[in-house]
């Protein structure tokens, strides 16, 4: 299995990509009874507008670790692969630290999405500690163009940051509760649309 450790662990994960590894695996029973009746593949595309909100709902809520919460909010069913341990030196010092990750695979997402690259993973610290929360999708621009006047009408404290290597923006927001929450959506400036969303929990906590 894929070691997500190093992803969950550096701010670097936010560098801009625009591709990444697919993620193709069979789909369990597990995953499948996560799919709403109807189906979220088969719902209405939503208006910028309402997936920002929903976005913007499970951020305010200060905690993503329920993946299955996640994956119904943003309409995008998930089920994990069995949990591995793991040991890291990437935080507090050089002490390292033990726990448990765990990789996600997603089943028929809202059409707003494409299919892959897609990332989803977590990390929990042995013995206690935060849980360390990494996703990261992408939007199928031909079917939801996300401006960033979208942005910022439902996300007014935006960070806007050039992407240095490529024609692009992230514009970033944090939430600081009980957790660390940072989305951040990217734009590159062919269609002015966000192409890439990421969630991330408590990655640069000590």
């Not at 329920?66 to 069913?77: A, F, I, N, Q, S």
């Not at 990217?186 to 000590?206: G, K, P, Y």
Request: aromatic share 8%.
């Amino acid at each position: 299995m894929r070691n997500l450790l190093h992803a969950l662990w550096q701010p670097s994960c936010l560098a801009p990509a625009r591709s990444g590894r697919a993620h193709l695996p069979a789909l369990a029973a597990t995953v499948l009874a996560l799919v709403a009746p109807a189906g979220h593949a088969q719902a209405p595309v939503r208006s910028p507008a309402e997936y920002l909100q929903d976005f913007k709902r499970l951020v305010d809520s200060g905690d993503i670790s329920d993946y299955k919460v996640v994956g119904e909010v943003l309409r995008m069913p998930v089920a994990p692969h069995v949990g591995e341990a793991v040991d890291s030196t990437a935080a507090r010092g050089n002490a390292p630290i033990a726990g448990t990750s765990r990789d996600f695979w997603r089943s028929a997402p809202a059409p707003e999405y494409l299919d892959f690259p897609f990332h989803y993973g977590d990390f929990v610290p042995r013995g206690g500690g935060p849980a360390r929360v990494l996703l990261s999708a992408y939007l199928d621009r031909t079917k939801i163009c996300i401006k960033e006047n979208d942005l910022a009408r439902v996300f007014p404290a935006l960070t806007k940051t050039p992407l240095s290597d490529s024609a692009g923006v992230a514009y970033r927001t944090d939430v600081h509760s009980k957790n660390d929450i940072t989305a951040t959506f990217m734009i590159f400036s062919d269609t002015n649309c966000a192409e890439r969303v990421d969630l991330n929990q408590n990655t640069q906590r000590d």
